[in-house]
């Protein structure tokens, strides 16, 4: 029978052995999901002076994020409201439609773990179907709906003149998966302009008096996503130098999704190219290390729980593309192990 927590979080830390991050303790917020996914292989750092992107953190300090977490995104990000509000809305289930809280998920996302995990709290602006900028989208304008974006977010949070002490807040951005399914229609070199539309978005964050930003790469290497992530990396660096006192980092979450899927590392090219299927290995086994039993999407349909899966907690995706609420602790285990090792 699917596990239907109703958890009502509280943000207190608590000890945890999870060995890859020292420096400060896990949080509780899994434990109503039966979470017990494990980060099974070290992210590889580099620094920002490498020429091709690698994951790499110049400044930020999770032990002195204590205020507020502040993610700007699309659905693999959104909690159903995107004003920056808090809380935000509980990750529960309404009857039986299949969304927690508004969430692409059966419960709390990513930013969420890495707020439990500092006791900061989360001021959500990410909204789910959101680009960086719809103008850049012929395909997605054509489509006649509200589709939202960056600019929009940016937009609502400049409005707000929000108070929160810079130096102990950190903003997320990740952007990308919906711009990329439109450039396969319009064209991957918009993906450059998108990676541009960010660099200007983090550059009016920095001017709000953000301090500690963090953007996140596409889970995926598919035509046009390297170059944009490249894009990305280089505009990092081009920020870090014009700000000096800004702490950056960049984290790329292809290797995770790489290693989940069982793929080995080859000797012979850059490591965030490098990953390939270890033929060894039976499909039936992929992801195994870090405890997934099954690496499709849980739901039968996707706007129903109706017909789910009896162990969401060791699915992938619980719904098609979007990760089931353990995958996004993992993704937090990831995003904290990299802040807390990859020093630039």
């Known amino acids: 029978m699917l596990h239907y927590s109703l958890l009502f979080v509280t943000l207190a830390a ?10 400060y303790t896990r949080g509780n917020l899994a434990d109503g999901w039966n979470c017990s996914l494990k980060l099974a292989f070290k992210p590889q750092c580099g620094k920002f002076s490498s020429a091709s992107y690698v994951n790499a953190n110049s400044g930020i300090d999770l ?4 205020t507020a977490v502040v993610p700007f995104g699309d659905s693999w990000t959104a909690m159903n409201d995107s004003t920056g509000a808090y809380p935000p809305p509980p990750p529960v ?10 969430r692409a998920s059966n419960g709390p996302t990513w930013t969420e773990y890495i707020a439990n995990d500092t006791s900061s709290e989360v001021h959500p602006y990410a909204i789910g179907g959101a680009v960086t900028d719809l103008t850049l989208w012929p395909t997605a304008i054509a489509r006649k709906i509200n589709i939202n974006s960056f600019t929009n977010q940016t937009k609502i949070f400049l409005s707000q003149n929000n108070t929160w002490d810079p130096s102990t807040t950190l903003y997320t951005i990740f952007f990308g998966i919906n711009d990329y399914t439109y450039s396969k229609t319009d064209g991957f070199d918009i993906l450059l302009k998108s990676a541009e539309v960010i660099r200007n978005q983090t550059e009016l964050l920095i001017a709000a008096g953000a301090k500690n930003i963090l953007t996140a790469g596409l889970y995926h290497n598919q035509t046009g996503s390297g170059p944009y992530k490249q894009a990305l990396y280089d505009n990092l660096k081009s920020l ?3 700000h000096p006192k800004i702490n950056i980092a960049f984290a790329d979450f292809f290797p995770l999704w790489n290693a989940i899927n069982r793929q080995v590392p080859s000797v012979s090219s850059s490591w965030h190219h490098a990953l390939i299927v ?3 290995s039976s499909e039936s086994n992929y992801g195994a290390t870090f405890g997934y039993t099954n690496l499709t999407k849980c739901l039968t349909v996707d706007s129903s729980i109706i017909g789910a899966c009896e162990s969401p907690e060791s699915h992938l995706y619980w719904q098609s593309g979007h990760p089931s609420t353990c995958t996004h602790r993992l993704m937090a285990d ?3 192990t990299v802040l807390d090792t990859c020093k630039s």
Do not use: C, H, V, W
Request: glycine share 12%; hydrophobic share 25%.
């Open 278 to 280: 270890d033929k060894n």
């Open 240 to 242: 870090r130098k014009q």
């Open 63 to 66: 032990r002195k994020i204590k």
């Open 14 to 23: 608590s000890a945890s052995g999870f060995a890859s991050k020292p420096s």
């Open 93 to 102: 289930f309404l009857g039986t439609y299949s969304m927690a809280g508004g």
């Open 334 to 336: 990831y995003i904290e």
